[in-house]
């Protein structure tokens, strides 16, 4: 037996402990499609034949079916892996994390345009706005068409303080001005509009009194 | 069965076949059509049947190969393949499968009912009886050094480096040691298998 049978039956014998390292593999597997093929082949059988005797596992059927399915698996695809299965698993766990990332996006933008206040308030903008476009000044003889040349004004893009009239109130602090200051203030206010009314209207004859709720009201009397 | 080094040879074997290498696949083949064949031969019990699922049960192995990533043995998901061709093939033909499974690591050891005996022929049964004698004879044989070797590697399932520290020797001598063994012992199978 040459030097390169007895590596190749190393190899081989190695392969079957699950101990073959890297050149054992190759070298079986490149024996394989050269001229040993059949050679190596019966003897890989034999080996596994030898172990089952000694174990006292040998099939007792044994169909040599080995040539026909090969033969059969060699019409087969031949399968390819580009890539590493870590490297694809690492890059389809980020795929998915962006994925959910972009959705919980969309998600939240989609949330707030639904803005229920702001919903109900464009649909109400769109009701008065049909209705002005739909009143007798904008109905037109049959088959006359104008051609409006303006831009187009959308009030509904129009930001919600921007369309509720509003008036700045000044909020004053109430502890600022003392009880009797505020009182003081109103009767001196009272006083000229009883002056004011008795010189302009003609119930300006009476003049105000300052009567107590209590004196007025008839279920009391 | 020698799961621990079966699962390490297969998968340096599978890893090959799914990156395109078809040749490993004929080593599986070669490795695993007679435990096939006696799993498939619990539910078809003519030759011709048998040959055919068992080569379908391969096919189906080798489509499947890419998407097997190693979370169970080999063998036990070429059998489960093995079973449910088998299956298939008999439902297909209108008759009813075992209501009972095996597992996969009895399979082998499964005797069989009588109609599988029918498939075993007087000559095959009296050829691995001869083979096991044989076998075990050669091994009683053997130089103290390989026959300590191989038994340890056989019998008790252990690593290369597990037998060094054993042996007090380097790992590439037990290496070394299993190959001239096997090579004794193959010697042997080969003259049982000649009839010489």
Same mark, same amino acid.
């Given at each position: 037996?040459?030097?390169?049978? @007895? !590596?190749? !039956?190393?190899?081989?014998? *190695?392969?079957? @402990?699950?101990?073959?390292?890297?050149? @054992?593999?190759?070298?079986v597997l490149k024996n394989i499609e050269g001229e040993k093929r059949e050679e190596i082949l019966a003897r890989w059988s034999r080996y596994h034949s030898g172990s089952e005797a000694m174990r006292g596992e040998l099939p007792t059927i044994r169909m040599d079916m080995a040539a026909l399915i090969t033969s059969a698996v060699e019409n087969e695809k031949t399968h390819r892996q580009a890539l590493s299965g !870590?490297? $694809? @698993? &690492?890059?389809?766990?980020?795929?998915?994390? *962006?994925?959910?990332?972009? $959705?919980?996006?969309? +998600?939240?933008?989609?949330?707030?345009?639904l803005d229920p206040q702001q919903s109900m308030h464009s649909a109400a903008l769109d009701a008065y706005d049909v209705q002005l476009n739909t009143g007798p000044a904008m109905q037109f003889p049959? !088959?006359?068409?104008?051609? &409006?040349?303006?831009?187009?004004?959308?009030? +509904?893009?129009l930001q919600r303080s921007q369309l509720v009239p509003s008036r700045e109130v000044e909020k004053v602090g109430a502890r600022e001005f003392p009880e009797q200051e505020i009182r003081g203030h109103i009767d001196k206010m009272m006083s000229k509009h009883n002056d004011h009314t008795a010189v302009h209207s003609a119930y300006g004859v009476l003049p105000f009194i300052d009567i107590n709720k209590e004196d007025v009201t008839p279920d009391r009397r | 069965m020698k799961d621990?080094?079966?699962?390490?040879?297969?998968?340096?074997? =599978? =890893?090959?076949?799914?990156?395109?290498?078809?040749?490993?696949?004929?080593?599986?083949?070669?490795?695993?059509?007679f435990k096939v064949q006696a799993i498939v031969s619990r539910f078809v019990?003519?030759?011709?049947?048998?040959?055919?699922?068992?080569?379908e049960?391969?096919?189906?192995? /080798?489509?499947?190969?890419?998407?097997f990533r190693g979370e169970s043995q080999f063998y036990t998901w070429l059998y489960r393949i093995a079973v449910n061709s088998a299956k298939n093939y008999v439902v297909a033909r209108g008759r009813r499968p075992?209501? #009972?499974?095996?597992?996969?690591?009895?399979?082998?050891?499964?005797?069989?009912?009588?109609?599988?005996?029918?498939?075993?022929?007087?000559? #095959?049964?009296?050829?691995?009886?001869?083979?096991?004698?044989?076998?075990?004879? =050669?091994?009683?044989?053997?130089?103290?050094?390989?026959?300590?070797?191989?038994t340890l590697r056989e019998?008790?399932?252990? #690593? /290369?480096?597990?037998?060094?520290?054993?042996?007090?020797?380097?790992?590439?001598?037990?290496? #070394?040691?299993?190959?001239?063994?096997?090579?004794?012992?193959?010697?042997? =199978?080969?003259?049982?298998m000649s009839g010489k």
């Open positions: 037996m040459t030097k390169q049978i @007895d !590596g190749l !039956g190393e190899s081989l014998s *190695a392969l079957m @402990d699950g101990e073959a390292n890297e050149l @054992d593999l190759q070298r !870590g490297f $694809l @698993d &690492i890059l389809g766990q980020f795929a998915v994390a *962006a994925s959910v990332a972009m $959705l919980a996006i969309v +998600g939240v933008q989609n949330y707030n345009q049959s !088959g006359f068409k104008p051609v &409006i040349n303006a831009q187009k004004v959308s009030v +509904g893009a | 621990g080094e079966d699962q390490a040879s297969d998968k340096q074997l =599978v =890893v090959r076949v799914q990156k395109g290498d078809k040749r490993a696949f004929d080593l599986l083949v070669i490795k695993y059509q019990w003519d030759r011709d049947e048998l040959a055919d699922v068992t080569q049960a391969f096919i189906k192995a /080798y489509r499947a190969i890419p998407n075992p209501e #009972s499974d095996i597992d996969a690591a009895d399979a082998e050891q499964w005797v069989g009912s009588d109609q599988m005996r029918d498939l075993e022929t007087p000559e #095959s049964q009296l050829f691995c009886q001869e083979l096991e004698h044989a076998v075990r004879q =050669v091994i009683a044989d053997l130089p103290e050094d390989l026959r300590t070797a191989v019998y008790h399932d252990l #690593s /290369y480096d597990e037998i060094a520290d054993i042996m007090k020797c380097p790992t590439g001598t037990v290496r #070394s040691r299993l190959f001239r063994a096997r090579e004794v012992i193959d010697a042997e =199978v080969l003259r049982v």
